[in-house]
């Protein structure tokens, strides 16, 4: 086993979900548990690096040579509270054959369901035991980073300028750049290691929102209800009613937008939801939100109280608006994935990463693959030869900043 994946099979076994829940930064404490072992192992390289009371770790690798813009990489320390995130068990299955993965009694994976295994037909692959997610999103990347430093310590003669690197806390909940450090990371352009497909690069995300919905129903005996009862469970049902089908992410790909709900709370008197809106089109975008306020104030003018309430703020934007004066950044990196033997792409991420926000506070900041695939749950696995291209690719990349 390379050097890489021990180091990424260690940092998938710590515990390091995050919590949208929680006021705290980081969210969670115990991603702190890997932020401060990143801090140690990279002082231990001899690096002078620095975890910060927000969780935020951060390392300047100085240059060897003139000529070289100052750049930067960015991966997450946190894993999706989507699934169940501890104890993580990762195995290896040498030479994936396209066969059924039995993952555990429960749970199993083949390349007709899950296509994405026919990418890696071949590859020694990282699988979880069912039981847990891998992390893989973003311990790919984390792992990646940290190779890339030991390496550039090891190889004295790859030439190359100021690198910034940094280890965010709170990237799945939409909080990693909440407290991103900027006087210190002065590069000049970065990229996220926070993709999937190694050789594929991307500067598309969606334009995103989040919507907290309060039902206020009228609790009466059902035996003698008729006329006086509001049920709000029922409320939040005829407010999920009242949203596009079309819009469901079931029945979305591409550059199609979609409305989610990804919490939902009822009794009879009161009821909670939980929405994300997405969409690339920023009109569309801003359409999706005007259709939630509309069908709160149907729904209150039909009760004739303030039945439902909506609380609603944007997230992250569309970095492409950005970068499409900077091509150049593209064009570097697919340049590298073309040195390296790859064969680039670019395509919208259904999603966000740090990069958007990133990106639009100044630093120029698109995503690159990392070898994980199916993120956020227990079909999550990882291609180890594609972690070890997407390492060369940031060798490469640093040596044409």
């Not at 310590?153 to 900027?182: M, S, V, W």
């Not at 409320?235 to 990804?262: I, S």
């Not at 569309?318 to 990196?333: F, G, H, L, Q, Y």
């Amino acid at each position: 086993m390379t050097r890489l994946i021990e180091r990424f099979i260690r940092y998938a076994k710590i515990d390091t979900q995050s919590n949208s829940k929680s006021e705290t930064c980081p969210s969670t404490d115990k991603q702190k548990n890997l932020s401060r072992l990143l801090l140690q192992e990279l002082k231990d390289m001899g690096y002078d690096a620095f975890l910060d009371d927000d969780g935020y770790t951060y390392c300047k690798i100085e240059k060897n040579a003139d000529g070289f813009s100052p750049i930067g990489f960015v991966s997450h320390v946190d894993t999706s509270p989507d699934a169940p995130g501890n104890p993580v068990n990762p195995r290896i299955i040498e030479r994936y054959d396209g066969s059924l993965i039995n993952l555990n009694d429960t749970y199993a994976m083949h390349p007709d369901q899950f296509p994405s295994l026919k990418r890696v037909i071949g590859d020694d692959i990282i699988v979880t035991d069912g039981s847990t997610l891998l992390g893989a999103d973003d311990k790919c990347g984390v792992a990646e980073m940290m190779e890339l430093a030991e390496t550039l310590k090891e190889t004295p003669d790859i030439k190359h300028g100021d690198i910034y690197l940094c280890f965010t806390p709170d990237e799945e909940i939409g909080r990693g750049a909440d407290r991103f450090d900027y006087d210190f990371f002065k590069a000049d352009y970065a990229y996220t290691m926070d993709g999937s497909q190694v050789g594929r690069i991307e500067y598309e995300n969606f334009n995103a929102a989040t919507a907290q919905l309060t039902y206020t129903g009228k609790s009466i005996h059902p035996g003698t209800a008729k006329n006086k009862l509001v049920n709000a469970g029922h409320l939040a049902m005829q407010f999920h009613d009242l949203l596009p089908p079309f819009l469901d992410p079931a029945n979305t790909e591409n550059y199609e937008g979609f409305n989610h709900l990804v919490e939902l709370h009822a009794s009879v008197e009161n009821a909670t939801a939980t929405y994300i809106i997405r969409n690339h089109d920023f009109a569309k975008f801003t359409a999706q939100k005007a259709t939630f306020e509309k069908n709160v104030d149907y729904l209150n003018d039909q009760l004739g109280y303030t039945a439902v309430s909506l609380s609603m703020h944007d997230t992250y934007y569309n970095m492409e608006e950005k970068i499409r004066p900077r091509m150049d950044i593209i064009d570097k990196a697919m340049a590298a994935a073309k040195r390296v033997g790859l064969t680039p792409y670019s395509a919208p991420i259904r999603g966000g990463t740090d990069g958007a926000r990133l990106t639009w506070e100044g630093l120029l900041c698109p995503n690159l693959g990392t070898g994980g695939f199916q993120f956020h749950g227990r079909f999550e696995f990882a291609s180890i030869p594609q972690m070890h291209k997407a390492l060369e690719m940031m060798l490469d990349i640093i040596q044409h900043a």
